[in-house]
């Protein structure tokens, strides 16, 4: 998005555009590209899963890969919470799956195609927001119904010294409210800078080569460039690690729930 | 100062939590190598717990980008 004064905007990326304008009851309900790649996001979760659901007696190289994410976290889920942590698997599991498909699903080359520009759902605080509400409301349904008002005694750790009742608990309360503050933040900001950063070095590299001097390309746009491969494998892998942080934080949390520390 | 100088730099300065952050990162993956090298059949079950103290640190360095961003864009 380098325009002709060799300004760059980094964050036009993020940008909501509806496509299909719809007005409900007075608000705008539009299906924006945000919808679209959600939608791309389910569609492609949908076709790795069938493709590996054939329940073949010898699994071929789609069913392993399959059953190999479904067996990474049954492993986390049964490690973390115990025996009672494969009944939370498929939340877990859908989670997992969408925010991995969906980071990597805005790190997709789509602005190769004219016209059409790449978006990561995961880059917007509404949507992360809602994912974390999920994970820290099934924490609270989970406790409340499991232990009813015992759930509490969270709260107050084993072996609180009685002088220091008054503010242990306010640390932990302070610390169990600000759960899905964090979750949220951390994707979302995770993801919003590494799309900044290569912007950002994209920009360096095609005001590098447009520059009137001779010596810019060389100096700037090659080094940037290189550069920027580095930082695009270092942001798949920060996509994979959001994604792993994002389900292995529910785990821990639905163990508190499961089993009260 | 004008307030638009101001703004640029607290967001110069808030750079400087993100390159704390990842002095604390680097302590986080060093310190596990660090005891997977002298006790390597341990290290695979701990991998777990390493991912917690990479997301607590990191996402203290992820602050100082959202103040840096609200500084520069919203403020």
């Keep these: ?261 | 100062m004008d307030a638009e100088a101001a703004k640029l730099i607290g967001a110069g300065l808030a750079a400087i939590g993100a390159g704390i952050a990842a002095g604390g990162v680097g302590n986080v993956f060093g310190s596990f190598l660090q005891g997977a090298l002298r006790n390597p059949a341990a290290a695979d079950s701990q991998q777990g717990r390493l991912f917690i103290g990479f997301a607590a640190a990191e996402l203290l360095g992820l602050l100082a980008f959202v103040v840096a961003m609200i500084l520069i864009f919203v403020a």
Aim: net charge neutral; proline share 5%; aromatic share 14%.
């Design chain 1, 1 to 261: 998005m380098a325009s002709e004064g060799g300004k760059i905007d980094p964050m036009g990326q993020f940008t909501i555009e509806p496509i299909v304008p719809i007005e409900l009851a007075g608000y705008d309900v539009s299906f924006t590209n945000s919808a679209l790649f959600m939608l791309v996001v389910l569609g492609a979760i949908w076709v790795f899963m069938l493709g590996g659901m054939k329940r073949e007696m010898v699994p071929g190289r789609w069913q392993m890969a399959v059953e190999g994410v479904n067996g990474f976290i049954n492993n986390m889920m049964s490690s973390s919470i115990g025996p009672e942590g494969k009944r939370y698997v498929p939340l877990v599991f859908s989670l997992f799956m969408f925010i991995l498909v969906a980071n990597f699903m805005g790190m997709m080359p789509f602005g190769i195609v004219p016209g059409v520009h790449g978006f990561t759902v995961t880059s917007h605080l509404t949507v992360t927001a809602i994912l974390a509400i999920l994970s820290f409301g099934t924490v609270l349904v989970v406790g409340l119904w499991k232990h009813g008002f015992h759930f509490f005694s969270l709260f107050v750790p084993h072996g609180t010294p009685w002088w220091l009742l008054w503010l242990i608990p306010l640390i932990e309360l302070f610390s169990f409210l600000i759960r899905p503050f964090s979750l949220a933040l951390r994707l979302f900001v995770a993801m919003t800078a590494g799309h900044v950063l290569m912007k950002v070095l994209a920009g360096f590299v095609i005001n590098g080569m447009n520059a009137d001097a001779a010596w810019v390309p060389a100096i700037v746009s090659i080094p940037s460039f290189i550069l920027m491969i580095g930082i695009t494998l270092l942001e798949l892998l920060v996509c994979a690690i959001q994604a792993y942080v994002f389900a292995l934080l529910t785990a821990l949390y639905i163990n508190d729930a499961v089993n009260l520390h």
